[in-house]
């Protein structure tokens, strides 16, 4: 029997409402409909770890093709089924559960399994009808469901930490083991504002990883500088969204670019970062520019709307990157931050870099 949870079941949800519904909707940065913004669907392509599975339209018939047989059943069945797995994601609780019915309907087409293949990028290829151009590309997508809990972004790992220079501050090894022993719930937040309030000054001093370091100066060379201010106001503050982080920092304007004909430094950085990131940036990884073949997101909303975010609408993609995006803090003992150490007579500090949906 196949189990799995919110986000995993949410990927057959998908399938079944887009085929259903016949055309993709785009969204904006708020997450609203743009219903001028329709793409037809051609074709939807699944790649499972039993081959590839080819859905496309013959009037109000789907056409299910793998590499043995062809199915075709009515379109329908898919709009039924889309509506019953919705009805069971939004009232199941448990962490993975069955849905007999939604399995047996997948067997009319030989699908065995509920998430694409693992080694694949992107979890669902469309070809869709751009009444704009008149071409028919065929587009790659990430799904991000809202029906389970909210997913990463950036995964935090010890390749995201930044290391900081506490100056203007001389402590002895009691006061930093004093400051080190602070353990409130919210524990780095506290040991900053301990150092603040003592005179103590973060200073940028570098990411803990090189690798990491020289992917955000590909993006953009100040983008190191610019990501260590953001850091550093949201363990100093109680701001966590990305856009008020930004706005902070624009009225700083701690790189001090010339903000009089109100060019957008800040975000306009910040949102290729975020692109990037979406679309194949790893920490640990040396980023070549390259862009993998996920080249959006489809967002499943509580509703069960389905939103299609693309690099192919690349305004729409940023902006819902870029409003729709919170920074939290890791674990500091598996990542190993968040503590004041001494190097070389300097005195450092970590701060870890995890960027999570809201």
Known sequence: MLTGNKGEWSEVYTLLKILGDKKLYAGDSKLNKLKELIFPII?????????????????????????????KIPINEFQQQAYFLLNKLQGKTKR??????????????DSKTIKAKSTVKSDIRIVIHDQRTGTTPELGF???SQLGGSSTL?????????????????????????????NTRNKIQKRVKEIKSSNGIFKFYKLENSIFYNNLVLVDSVLPQIMSEIILDFYSSKRSKLEDLVSHIIDKNPLKFDLQNNHPFYNYKIKRFLTDVALGMMPSKPWK???????????????????????????EFEDYLFYNTKLETASSSRH??????????????KLNLQIRFL
Do not use: W
């Open 43 to 71: 074709k939807v392509l699944r790649d499972e770890s039993d081959g590839t599975f080819e859905f496309s339209y013959d009037n109000n018939l789907i056409v299910v093709k793998n590499q043995e047989n062809e199915n």
């Open 96 to 109: 993975t559960f069955a849905v007999p019915e939604i399995e047996e309907f997948l067997n009319k087409f």
């Open 142 to 144: 990430s799904i991000k």
């Open 336 to 349: 190993q931050f968040g503590t004041i150490y001494q190097q070389n007579d300097k005195l450092l500090f």
């Open 289 to 315: 520019g390259e862009l993998d073949s996920t080249g959006g997101y489809l967002i499943v909303k509580n509703d069960g709307e389905i939103l299609c975010y693309h690099i192919y609408n690349r305004n």
């Open 154 to 182: 950036l995964n935090a790992s010890q390749t995201t930490n930044f290391v900081y220079e506490i100056v203007n501050l001389n402590l002895d090894n009691n006061q930093i083991q004093d400051l080190n022993n602070l």
